[in-house]
């Protein structure tokens, strides 16, 4: 009997027996992802496909910061077998699980290929190539942009008319995102600021890789999907997901990858 995964008025499935399951380990969480092979962090088209519906709400919004999903993240990035981005419904955060990646990325690089992606974004690419990996902000400074996410800055020639900021640190993270949809550059880990009582503190700086860098055993990439063509590796995933979630409608599956 297929496992079935209960999450309050949720019926979710994966494989084995049958039990009832809320995410309130990083254990938990990780088994999940490498089961349905992709986890969206939030809500989305397709109910109960997300860490937030599957997770009881003190551990998702409670105070405890050695607990949850948000310091999970790092650590599950650090067991190498999931990757983490903005992978889903072109801005949602999420994992990826290795097995899955290599169809993913397939289909996403041809959906968005490097040569009509902005001059900007090739820019970010190739500073973050250089580099091998860069927190945000490193990358920001080093791809030219500035920190301020203002849009507009001060015209002294014309106080009226303000100087459009196209170098600003939103017009980066907005670039960044999208060369995460592409399957172009992953989190490699989460940062964060130390007291000098040597307590952690914050919110996580996320740092950036490419995954040729962060995973070089998934390549070359024609051989780790088998040569499927880039719309085979496509309806494998659609495939595996209606088959997870038959009450989803497949447009709404579509949406998110």
């Known amino acids: 009997m297929r496992n079935v995964y209960f999450c ?56 405890d910061f050695e607990r949850g999903p948000w310091k999970w993240k790092g650590p599950i990035i650090s067991h190498w077998e999931s990757a983490y981005g903005k992978f889903f419904g072109r801005k949602m955060a999420g994992y990826v699980s290795l097995e899955w990646l290599p169809d993913l990325m397939n289909w996403r690089r ?46 002294p020639e014309n106080p009226a008319e303000p100087i459009v900021n196209a170098k600003n640190g939103t017009a980066c993270d907005a670039h960044i995102a999208q060369l995460q949809m592409a399957t172009r550059v992953c989190v490699a880990d989460f940062e964060y600021k130390v007291s000098k009582s040597g307590e952690v503190y914050g919110w996580g700086v996320a740092r950036y890789c490419t995954p040729e860098a962060m995973y070089p055993e998934l390549f070359p990439l024609r051989d780790a999907v088998e040569g499927r063509t880039p719309r085979q590796s496509r309806e494998r995933i659609l495939v595996h997901l209606a088959a997870l979630f038959p009450e989803a409608r497949r447009e709404k599956i579509e949406r998110l990858i």
């Open 8 to 63: 309050r008025e949720y019926k979710l499935h994966g494989t084995a027996s049958c039990r009832i399951i809320m995410i309130e380990t990083q254990e938990q969480l990780e088994r999940l992802i490498k089961t349905w092979g992709f986890m969206p962090f939030f809500k989305n088209g397709v109910e109960g496909f997300s860490i937030e519906e599957l997770t009881p709400p003190e551990l998702l919004f409670g105070d």
């Open 110 to 155: 041809a959906q968005y290929p490097l040569k009509k992606e902005p001059a900007d974004a090739r820019h970010i690419l190739q500073v973050l190539v250089e580099h091998e990996s860069l927190l945000s902000k490193e990358l920001k400074v080093a791809s030219g942009f500035t920190l301020s996410r203002k849009k507009t800055k001060f015209n």
